[in-house]
Structure formats: C-alpha cells, structure tokens
C-alpha cells in the first residue's frame, strides 16, 4: 500500500511552506512518498528508516529521479531499522508515518511513541493520518474485521508472520496515548477529498 499522492499534497501545506522547518523524518518511509513531500519544506535533510531495503532502495532510485536541478534541496539519507527502535535522539523538526500504523501491533504503540519522542527535538511535531473509529454498524467497520481475521489466520499457518490490520491508531485512542506521552494532539478535520473525506490528520 502506498498513501496516494492526493492526500499528501494536503498534508504537506499542515506542516510548512517550503524550506520552513531543518530536518524531518519519514518512518517507516517505504517507496518514498512521504520524503518526497517533505523534502521542499526542509533546509538541511530528510531521513527515511525502514526495515525493507529493498523498498528503500526503491525510494533512492524515484526520489533520484524526482530531483530539480536546484543544487540547494534538503538531502536525502536512509537507514535501515525498526520503528520501535529509532535510532535517533533530538534530531528532527518533525516525524511523519503514513500507509504503515497498521504494521504497529497495539501493544507495541506505546513503545512506538516514545520513539517517535526520542527522535524529536523539543517541540517536534510527529504527524500522521489517521481517522475516527467506524461504528459497529457499518460496512467498513465488518470489512476491516473480516480482513484483520484472515491476516491471523494466515500468521498461524505461514511463518514468519507478517504484521499489517486495520482499525489500528484511531481517534480517540491514539490521541490519549500521544497526550500520555507529552505530545499536544491537534487534528484537522474535512481536509481531505472523497473517498477519503473520513481521514484526518
């Protein structure tokens, strides 16, 4: 899965104008698709950290390509790693993570924010999108259960198992733990088209 580019080009005026923050960091950074927002908005760098090299290597070779002429663009670093164990302390201006919470099992998204604290300076901002809740009424609330129900199915015969379900770092929930963890929640409503009006970020 890869957030579509209709909805980072939301996101990315929520952050910044262009070259108004230092540094950023895509977690769990992928193909590149969020580095590639960010980099306008940045003076010095922008890291991305994934623990797929190969994806990476993906987003080296498209962000390459995507490059202006302009020598004076933020530069772009990687590293390989794991969300829950950043490998970094007070670095960067903000952290986003985008098309990737679902790869964070609820137990682990305690230790997941705090290392997304660790690797922010004081007064970073970590941003992500995210929605409400569905009811239990609703057909998106049944068809991500259903979808969440086959991936263990398919983790109890297929080793290793791969970890990614939905209805994972919602509203309210994730906003409790984000305050838990000193982090001041806004959220930002009706920013996005359909069919994808029921984000927010």
Not at 177 to 187: D, W
């Given at each position: 899965f890869r957030t579509p580019d209709e909805l980072l080009e939301h996101v990315g005026p929520l952050i910044g104008v262009p070259n108004s923050i230092d540094?950023?960091?895509?977690?769990?950074?992928?193909?590149?698709?969020?580095?590639?927002?960010?980099?306008?908005?940045?003076?010095?760098?922008v890291m991305g950290i994934d623990f797929?090299?190969?994806?990476?290597?993906?987003?080296?070779?498209?962000?390459?390509?995507a490059a202006g002429d302009t020598t004076d663009e933020a530069?772009?670093?990687?590293?390989?790693?794991?969300?829950?164990?950043?490998p970094f302390v007070d670095e960067f201006d903000v952290a986003v993570c985008f098309g990737a919470l679902g790869h964070i099992l609820p137990k682990d998204e305690p230790q997941f924010v705090d290392q997304v604290a660790?690797?922010?300076?004081?007064?970073?901002?970590f941003v992500?999108?995210?929605?409400?809740?569905?009811?239990?009424?609703?057909?998106?609330?049944?068809?991500?259960?259903?979808?969440n129900a086959a991936m263990h199915i398919r983790n109890v015969i297929i080793k290793p198992p791969f970890i990614m379900f939905y209805l994972t770092f919602l509203l309210p929930d994730a906003q409790t733990?984000?305050?838990?963890?000193?982090?001041?929640?806004?959220?930002h409503d009706d920013i996005f088209p359909k069919p994808f009006n029921q984000a927010c970020v």
């Open positions: 540094a950023a960091l895509d977690i769990c950074c992928g193909t590149g698709a969020g580095m590639k927002m960010l980099r306008p908005l940045c003076r010095d760098r797929s090299q190969g994806m990476m290597n993906v987003a080296r070779d498209r962000l390459a390509k530069s772009i670093e990687f590293v390989r790693g794991e969300a829950l164990d950043l660790k690797a922010l300076k004081p007064g970073g901002r992500f999108i995210t929605a409400r809740r569905p009811s239990r009424l609703s057909l998106a609330y049944w068809l991500a259960r259903s979808f733990l984000l305050e838990h963890h000193g982090f001041h929640v806004a959220i």
